[in-house]
């Protein structure tokens, strides 16, 4: 298996432009996660979704960020506008059950 | 409330053992162990289940007291491909919201 895929791996943006994230999740897992990296907080959940349904969303810092999953294979990350404290690495990750999760490689977010 | 993990920091020679905590001021049912590499995802060590169990992965090893509300991961004879940041991640019940301590910094040298 290619394990997860995330796109684009590095993105550099100016502030309120519209930042969109994508992953891939490994056949077969039912749960998806995304998460937010930076050196001040550390790792934290932003969403994660069951069977294409999102359970738990209280991580998401307001609403300028946003999360879809229209299918088992498929999901993104929305940031509109996107701000200088936006800046991260942004992780997907999945698991089956309560499995252990696989994270994709990560997006290096820079908002200048 | 996120865990809190000790050391933030610790340098070893390679052969020699650490052990490092996490912390919770709440209940815990499970705590996942990751470990993960600069510049790379983490990677997945270990899940504990409340139970109070203790699990071993080759020379990696960790437990879990609940009444403590606390897990330890143990390595012993660290090679230098242990060199990485440690994170614990704890969630409070049967769910899957990890909450994530800051990490630990191991550095393995010859």
């Known amino acids: 298996d290619a394990g997860v895929i995330q796109s684009p791996r590095h993105e550099v943006t100016e502030m309120g432009q519209e930042v969109t994230l994508r992953c891939k999740p490994i056949?077969?897992?039912?749960?998806l996660f995304w998460y937010r990296q930076t050196m001040m907080r550390g790792l934290e959940l932003l969403i994660y979704f069951n069977n294409n349904v999102p359970i738990d969303d209280s991580g998401m810092p307001e609403d300028r960020f946003s999360a879809k999953m229209p299918n088992a294979s498929f999901s993104t990350l929305k940031i509109q506008p996107s701000e200088p404290r936006d800046s991260a690495v942004y992780f997907c990750?999945?698991?089956?059950?309560?499995?252990?999760?696989?994270f994709g490689p990560g997006t290096r977010l820079t908002v200048l | 409330q996120q865990p809190v993990q000790s050391p933030q920091a610790v340098i070893l020679r390679e052969g020699e053992d650490a052990v490092i905590n996490c912390s919770s001021s709440k209940a815990l049912y499970s705590v996942h162990w990751y470990r993960q590499k600069h510049g790379e995802a983490p990677v997945f060590l270990m899940i504990?289940?409340?139970g109070g169990e203790q699990k071993g992965h080759d020379k990696i090893s960790a437990s879990f007291n609940e009444k403590k509300q606390q897990s330890s991961l143990y390595l012993t004879a660290s090679q230098l491909s242990y060199s990485g940041t440690y994170f614990c991640?704890?969630?409070?019940?049967?769910?899957?919201?990890?909450?994530w301590g800051l990490g630990t910094s191991l550095a393995v040298n010859p």
């Open positions: 056949s077969g897992h039912d749960y």
């Open positions: 504990l289940l409340k």
């Open positions: 991640g704890t969630a409070a019940g049967n769910n899957r919201k990890l909450i």
């Open positions: 990750a999945s698991s089956f059950l309560d499995n252990e999760q696989f």
